[in-house]
């Protein structure tokens, strides 16, 4: 059960920092979060989750997106890792559409080796130890980021609105990934 109380508020705003990004940093942002580390969302796509099983070599008893405790997926991309360049996004096809800023990458822990659904911690630190090979920040990035595998994207809301499953995405790129 969660609960939430302004009494017991953590205060977690984030704040984007130059260190996390290669590209401008939106620094008009102020996140105020209540049930997650960082950002209001957690962006991941398809594309890179089936990268990710294929390194694995998980055809069968793939991991799925839940293992990364996304809170939205993004499919239909033209590659995997496509989220590392994206800037903003624009959910619908009208002007009153939603819009994500996107401004972390997310850089994954130990809670990646963990099934959410049955608490089993994965023995062979999967998938965190095969991030570590393929997914780590970039050199010049680390001294914010930390020596962690990156996976998805953080993003806050830039406009309001809904969003619903089978909605058109768009994407504004970014010059350079991260």
């Known amino acids: ?10 205060e977690r705003t984030a704040i984007p920092n130059a260190g996390w990004w290669r590209n401008p940093v939106p620094t008009e942002r102020r996140d ?15 594309e890179s989750l089936d990268e990710v099983n294929e390194l694995l070599g998980r055809s069968e008893n793939p991991i799925n997106s839940v ?7 993004v499919d239909k ?4 890792w496509d989220e590392d360049m994206w800037s903003e996004l624009r ?18 822990c130990i809670f990646t080796t963990v099934d959410p ?23 010049d990035l680390v001294k914010d980021l930390g020596k962690l595998p990156i996976f998805g994207v953080n993003a806050g809301t830039k406009i309001p609105g809904y969003i619903y499953e089978g909605q058109t995405v768009w994407a504004r790129l970014k010059p350079c990934a991260f």
């Open 67 to 73: 293992q990364f405790r996304g809170n939205i997926v």
């Open 77 to 80: 991309c033209s590659q995997a």
């Open 91 to 108: 959910f619908g096809d009208h002007s009153a559409s939603t819009v994500l800023q996107c401004y972390k990458p997310c850089t994954r």
């Open 32 to 46: 105020d979060s209540y049930f997650v580390d960082l950002a209001q969302f957690m962006i991941t796509t398809k």
């Open 117 to 139: 659904e049955t608490g089993t911690k994965d023995p062979g630190q999967q998938p965190l130890q095969m991030l570590k090979e393929h997914r780590m920040a970039p050199p």
């Open 1 to 10: 059960m969660v609960v939430y109380s302004p009494e017991l508020f953590t």
